[in-house]
């Protein structure tokens, strides 16, 4: 198993990932799990990075998740890069790689699912119904193959993250569910594995999302508390720009995920704009 910049062991069955798991374990190795689809980029790696800092093992999973995708959505476009992936895992001294196929995850007659609650039904959730049914799914299904410490999520993704970390509290499953912050291109946007399908026009329109949410925050700064207010404007920006239409722009509170009349709390501004064809979400803790 590489030490640190040696080439990561690759895995791709749960019988092979845990033989490799239960040695560690034998050794008293803290294990810390990054879940992930692949097509990597500075966001996931600063998740190996955090993991690295606090385990002894860190585990990347690479896989492509079906049943999160709906039926009109990016499944078979999806970028699927495993060997950069690995050369960029192999560069933060990742130690093993899980990258199963579809028949290890779901083997024939798999009909098993995690019924998600009220944090998964708004924003994402009305957007993309069974969404989040398959995420958590497959990442429960992670978090028994691994049976990891702890686990690393980004903020960006911050309904997803709210929704598993309530599924580990209620399913008592025993790790620790770390949430980092939203890693950015200098100019604001986001990280995201989706960027990489915007052109050079689509890429500059994109900057309405972060410029949104920057505009949120500034009037909540000189005073603004209507969130209905604060939400015309964000639409009002995004709207001007050419190209971008708006799946959900909106003000919730940030463990309901229900909207707030008034900014009178840490509040999470959220949005979902389709720049072109591409859909982005990205969101702000306005405090």
């Known amino acids: 198993m590489s030490a640190g910049g040696g080439k990561p062991e690759l895995v791709s069955t749960v019988a092979g990932l845990r033989e490799v798991l239960d040695s560690a374990r034998a050794r008293g190795l803290r294990i810390g799990l990054v879940p992930t689809m692949g097509a990597l980029h500075e966001g996931h790696l600063s998740l190996v990075r955090a993991s690295r800092a606090e385990c ?60 998600v609650g009220a944090a998964a039904r708004p924003l994402e959730g009305e957007c993309r119904p069974g969404h989040f049914r398959g995420v958590a799914t497959v990442v429960l299904k992670l978090l028994n193959q691994v049976r990891p410490d702890a686990a690393y999520f980004g903020q960006k993704d911050y309904q997803q993250a709210l929704v598993i970390r309530r599924m580990v509290e209620d399913l008592s499953v025993p790790v620790t569910v770390r949430v980092c912050p939203t890693v950015r291109e200098p100019d604001g946007l986001a990280m995201s594995s989706r960027n990489r399908y915007l052109d050079a026009h ?44 708006i799946d959900y722009v909106a003000l919730v509170d940030p463990e309901s995920l229900e909207p707030v009349a008034r900014v009178e ?14 859909r982005l979400i990205d969101n702000m803790l306005i405090e």
Do not use: H
């Not at 990016?74 to 933060?92: G, M, N, Q, S």
């Not at 309405?208 to 209905?228: C, M, N, P």
């Not at 709390?265 to 591409?278: D, E, F, Q, W, Y």
């Open 202 to 245: 689509e890429r500059r329109r994109a900057l309405v999302l972060w410029q949104s949410l920057s505009l949120a925050a500034g009037l909540v700064r000189q005073g603004e508390r209507d969130a209905k207010a604060i939400v015309e404007r964000m639409k009002a920006l995004i709207s001007a720009a050419s190209g971008a239409a």
């Open 56 to 115: 002894q093992l860190t585990v990347v999973s690479i896989y492509v998740n079906p049943t999160q995708f709906g039926p009109r959505e990016d499944l078979e476009k999806y970028p699927r890069t495993l060997a950069a992936d690995l050369a960029a895992l192999a560069a933060c001294g990742v130690e093993l790689v899980f990258a199963p196929a579809n028949a290890e995850m779901y083997p024939a007659g798999f009909d098993t699912w995690v019924e």
């Open 265 to 278: 709390r840490k509040t999470l501004a959220a949005l979902a704009v389709r720049i072109g064809a591409t």
